[in-house]
């Protein structure tokens, strides 16, 4: 299996902070790389899909880059919404897995 | 609107059965490939299980042998009968439609359940 590393594991940041959050996978997965934001007892919300294309209805001030093993996700001027869990995934493999998730909190 | 809504969830002994099952509205739902992803109290994301339109079926390696999962597009329905459960597979588990654009689809998730719970535990 393709395993997921993300780092942090946790942030604290402030309204109007610029927050960079990294994904790592344990091989190539050219840019099947997808982003997810999930609040306290909600579903996921996928943010990023294919490593860098916005899902419709997703702030601008979130982006994605990346590609093959190392996947980056920007949130650009923080809003108080935007304190949650994020999650990485990748969709290389048929065995999707997940990264362990960065718990973004305010300082 | 897209609406996901899974049923079933409950409290069960080990090695006993339990079935989910989700109702999609709104969509296509013969179109489209749908998942089970489940998370653990406090823990990450697992994903579960996948049925593509077509009916071809995986199975992450910590469910194979015990998890069938399957749909019905006549209903609009995907279910998973679990066997054997065991106390690590306490869980939300979430319902989940594959991405599709005009493109391509892109083995991601776009719109998901509200989450069922599934307490393993005697």
Not at chain 1, 56 to 75: A, H, K, Q, Y
Not at chain 1, 83 to 91: D, G, H, I, L, V
Not at chain 2, 39 to 45: C, E, F, V, W
Request: hydrophobic residues 30%; contains cysteine.
């Amino acid at each position: 299996d393709i395993q997921m590393t993300q780092s942090p594991s946790s942030l604290s940041a402030s309204v109007g902070d610029r927050v960079t959050i990294t994904c790592r996978a344990s091989q190539s997965i050219s840019n099947s790389l997808n982003w997810y934001q999930q609040k306290p007892g909600k579903a996921p919300n996928l943010l990023i899909f294919a490593a860098s294309n916005l899902q419709s209805g997703v702030p601008s001030r979130f982006s994605g880059s990346g590609s093959g093993t190392d996947f980056t996700l920007t949130i650009n001027s923080l809003h108080p919404e935007d304190f949650a869990t994020y999650f990485c995934q990748q969709s290389y493999s048929s065995l999707v897995t997940f990264g362990p998730g960065t718990k973004v909190d305010i300082k | 609107e897209v609406q996901l809504l899974e049923s079933g969830g409950d409290l069960v002994q080990p090695g006993g059965s339990l079935r989910l099952s989700c109702a999609a509205s709104g969509f296509t739902f013969s179109n489209y490939a749908m998942a089970w992803v489940r998370q653990a109290p406090g823990k990450g994301l697992e994903w579960v299980s996948s049925i593509a339109s077509g009916g071809s079926t995986s199975y992450a390696d910590s469910v194979k042998g015990r998890f069938t999962i399957s749909r019905d597009n006549s209903k609009s329905t995907v279910s998973v009968q679990m066997n054997s459960l065991r106390a690590e597979d306490t869980a939300v588990y979430y319902c989940a439609r594959y991405y599709c654009d005009s493109r391509s689809c892109y083995r991601s998730y776009d719109y998901w359940g509200q989450g069922a719970l599934v307490t393993v535990s005697s």
